[in-house]
């Protein structure tokens, strides 16, 4: 994943068109796709060079499918990954699920295929220092609203929010973004934490957390 970020600048002086619209689905075609793990991984959609996503912070795109012989389209929401001022390009990370229609769809996809998409669809709004701290819970692939949010403040030197995200996973190797989520942390200790926590420990190395989230934990 840092590999694929760092291949494109996010960000020009030049004023950016925006290529989501919030009426009509319209398509995005796959640039590339890379394994994150052993049922996650990124794909990397193309926008045009003076093109930025338009999504805001808090908000979410929806992506429709007809899958296989479903009469209707399958629809379902997504956060991307991808700064939010990325320009000719956003990442989306993906979970398959063995009964997850959309999800096998989108990993069955390859380069040159398209994805149709509509948004915004907005959430809550986000302005800096609104919060004095921000807690976060994710499990699984929903860590991406959360990574939304603390790219946003982590990236804003005038933000001073502080965060912590509690981050339960079945294994080790089920957490998904953990690189990017330690260089956040060490870049930022005084500003972000993250405490990550499993079902079982699959080492005695293990420094994290064990079991379900609580409010112990």
């Known amino acids: 994943y840092s590999?694929?970020?760092s291949k494109y600048p996010h960000v020009t002086e030049e004023p950016a068109r925006l290529a989501l619209n919030s009426r009509k689905f319209k398509p995005?075609?796959?640039q590339d796709k890379v394994p994150i793990n052993h049922d996650t991984s990124m794909f990397r959609f193309a926008l045009d060079p003076d093109e930025e996503l338009g999504l805001y912070v808090t908000s979410c795109f929806v992506a429709k499918a007809r899958v296989g012989d479903d009469e209707k389209?399958?629809?379902r929401a997504y956060t991307p990954v991808s700064p939010q001022y990325a320009r000719g390009y956003f990442d989306m990370v993906v979970k398959k699920y063995d009964d997850g229609k959309m999800s096998s769809h989108i990993h069955g996809l390859e380069p040159g295929d398209v994805l149709h998409i509509k948004g915004p669809?907005?959430?809550l709004v986000y302005n800096a220092n609104d919060f004095k701290e921000i807690g976060m819970v994710a499990g699984g692939s929903g860590i991406t609203p959360m990574l939304q949010l603390l790219q946003h403040v982590l990236d804003d030197p005038k933000d001073k929010t502080k965060l912590?995200?509690?981050y339960a996973n079945k294994s080790e190797d089920d957490i998904i973004l953990r690189s990017l989520l330690d260089s956040y942390a060490e870049k930022y200790p005084k500003q972000f934490r993250v405490v990550y926590t499993v079902d079982k420990a699959s080492t005695p190395d293990w420094k994290g957390e064990v079991g379900y989230v609580t409010k112990d934990m």
Request: hydrophobic share 55%; aromatic share 14%.
């Open 3 to 5: 590999y694929m970020r």
């Open 28 to 30: 995005f075609t796959l």
């Open 73 to 75: 389209p399958i629809v």
């Open 121 to 123: 669809i907005h959430k």
């Open 164 to 166: 912590t995200l509690m």
